[in-house]
C-alpha cells in the first residue's frame, strides 16, 4: 500500500499557514514511525503504549493548544491537524492526546489556581504524569447534573464520595478531575493517585478503544486537601467548558480515521481483481469512494471553519456540536463502506478498518452522544429545549 499522504482535494493546505502544514506533517510522520507499526498488536492485545506517553509530551501534543507552564502555545486549528493525524494512527491515542489536554490541563489552567498550575501542568504537558477526568457515572451519563458523587466540607479539608465510570486514562492517572456536587453545586476537585480510599480499577471486555484505558474512579472516604479544590468555576458549565474543547478536537480527530479509511480502500481497490478487473474500474465501487471523499472534504471546511473561529473567539459550543456529530458520523459511515469495499479482507487487523470501526462506535458516543448534540441544535434553532 503506498504512504499516507491524506485527502486535500479543496486545497485546504491553501488555507494554512507554513507552521501549520508543518507541524501536521511532522505529526504524520510521527503516527506513521511511531504508531502504525504497533497499533494492531496493542489493539488485539487490549492495551495502551504507554511508552508514547512522554513521546507524544516532547513532541508538544498534550496540550498543544495552552500557553505558559510549559505548554506549547499553537493556535486551536494545529491543535485540530494534531488531533487528525493522531486519530489516523488510532482513536485511543486520540483520545489519550485530548483527554490529557481539554480534559485535564485545560480545566487546571482555565480554572485552577496558581500552584495547582505550578504543580500540574508541566508535568502533564510534558507526559510526565497522566491525568483523566471524572464526569460520567453508571446511572448519569448523558444528564451528568445528576450526578451522586458528593464532597463535605468538615472545615479543615473535603471528604469524597462515590463512584465514576468509562474514564480514559484512569488507572493510568496520577491526578483526576473529578466533578462532585458540594452543598447541592457542581466542583472540579484534583484527586491524587495514592489518596487513602481512592481506587481506579480498570474496565475489561470492551470491542471498541481497546488500545486505551477505560476505568471505573471509586472514592470512599477520600480525605480531599481544602487546596484541591478547583477554585475557578461553579456548576456544570465548569465540565462543559472542558468538553467544549475536547469535542472540537475530535471534530478534526474523526477525519484523520475517515481519511485512513478511504486511503486503504482506495488502494485495495485498485488492486484486488475480481472479474478480471481491479474492482475500482466497478461504477458501484468508485461511488462508493466518490462519496468518502465527498464527506471527507466537507468535513474538512467544517473543522477548518470551526478551528478558524476557535482562534478568533467567535466559536459557539453549538458549532462544536454540529461539527463534533457530523465529523463523526460520516467517519462512523465511511468506516462501515470502507470496510464493505475491502469484502472479507476488510474484518483482518492487516487493515485498519475494523479497528476505526470498532473505535468510531465509542467516539460516536463519548463527549455528548450523536443525538444530544442533535438537541443541543434543536434548542438553538427553536429556542426549545427538549432534553427532558
Ligand atoms: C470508551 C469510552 C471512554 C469514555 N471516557 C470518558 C471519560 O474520560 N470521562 C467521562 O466522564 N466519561 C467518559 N465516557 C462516558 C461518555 O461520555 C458517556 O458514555 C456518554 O456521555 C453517554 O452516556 P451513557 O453511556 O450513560 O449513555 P446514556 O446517557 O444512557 O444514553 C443512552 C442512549 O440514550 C440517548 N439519550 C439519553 N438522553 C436522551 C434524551 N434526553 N433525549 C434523547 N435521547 C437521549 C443517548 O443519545 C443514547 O443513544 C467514555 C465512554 C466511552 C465509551
Not at 446511572?139 to 471528604?159: C, F, I, Q, W
Not at 456544570?236 to 480515521?257: D, E, Q, S
Request: overall charge negative; proline content about 3%.
Amino acid at each position: 500500500m503506498s504512504t499516507f499522504a491524506g485527502f486535500d482535494f479543496y486545497r485546504i493546505d491553501d488555507l494554512l499557514s507554513d507552521e501549520e502544514k508543518t507541524i501536521r506533517d511532522t505529526v504524520r510522520d510521527w503516527v506513521e514511525d511511531k504508531v502504525v507499526p504497533i497499533i494492531e498488536k496493542h489493539y488485539l492485545e487490549g492495551t495502551f503504549p504507554m511508552h508514547l506517553a512522554r513521546e507524544m509530551g516532547e513532541m508538544g501534543f498534550l496540550g498543544a493548544n495552552l500557553t505558559g507552564y510549559g505548554c506549547p502555545g499553537l493556535n486551536n486549528v494545529t491543535y485540530g491537524l494534531i488531533c487528525q493525524e493522531l486519530e489516523r494512527g488510532d482513536s485511543g491515542i486520540r483520545s489519550f492526546c485530548s483527554v490529557q489536554g481539554s480534559l485535564v490541563m485545560y480545566p487546571i489552567w482555565a480554572y485552577g489556581s496558581e500552584d495547582q498550575k505550578n504543580k500540574w501542568l508541566p508535568k502533564l504537558a510534558a507526559g510526565e504524569a497522566i491525568g483523566c477526568f471524572g464526569l460520567t457515572e453508571p446511572d448519569h451519563g448523558s444528564n451528568p447534573s445528576g450526578m451522586l458523587t458528593r464532597a463535605e466540607d468538615k472545615g479543615s479539608h473535603y471528604v469524597l464520595n462515590g463512584a465514576k465510570m468509562w474514564i480514559t486514562n484512569g488507572t493510568l492517572a496520577d491526578v483526576a478531575v473529578v466533578w462532585a456536587k458540594l452543598d447541592g453545586e457542581i466542583r472540579g476537585f484534583l484527586v491524587e493517585r495514592g489518596m487513602q480510599g481512592f481506587t481506579a480499577p480498570e474496565m475489561t471486555g470492551k470491542h471498541s478503544l481497546r488500545a486505551s484505558v477505560t476505568s471505573e474512579l471509586v472514592f470512599q472516604d477520600v480525605i480531599i486537601p481544602k487546596e484541591n479544590i478547583l477554585p475557578g468555576v461553579k456548576g456544570l458549565k465548569g465540565p462543559l467548558g472542558c468538553l467544549t474543547n475536547a469535542r472540537y478536537g475530535i471534530a478534526w480527530g474523526a477525519l484523520g480515521a475517515a481519511q485512513s479509511c478511504l486511503h486503504s480502500a482506495n488502494e485495495y481497490a485498485k488492486s484486488r481483481i475480481q472479474f478480471d478487473r481491479p474492482i475500482a474500474s466497478f461504477q458501484l465501487v468508485q461511488n462508493k469512494l466518490a462519496w468518502m471523499l465527498r464527506e471527507i472534504t466537507k468535513g474538512q471546511l467544517l473543522a477548518w471553519r470551526l478551528g478558524r473561529m476557535k482562534d478568533a473567539g467567535t466559536m459557539t459550543h453549538e458549532m462544536v456540536s454540529l461539527a463534533k456529530m457530523n465529523n463523526v458520523d460520516i467517519a462512523l459511515q465511511i468506516a462501515r463502506v470502507a470496510r464493505d469495499v475491502h469484502g472479507a479482507n476488510g474484518i483482518l487487523a492487516e487493515y485498519p478498518i475494523m479497528r476505526h470501526a470498532a473505535n468510531l462506535e465509542s467516539v460516536y458516543t463519548y463527549e455528548g452522544t450523536h443525538d444530544i448534540h442533535n438537541l443541543v441544535l434543536g434548542r438553538w434553532l427553536t429556542g426549545v429545549q427538549a432534553f427532558t
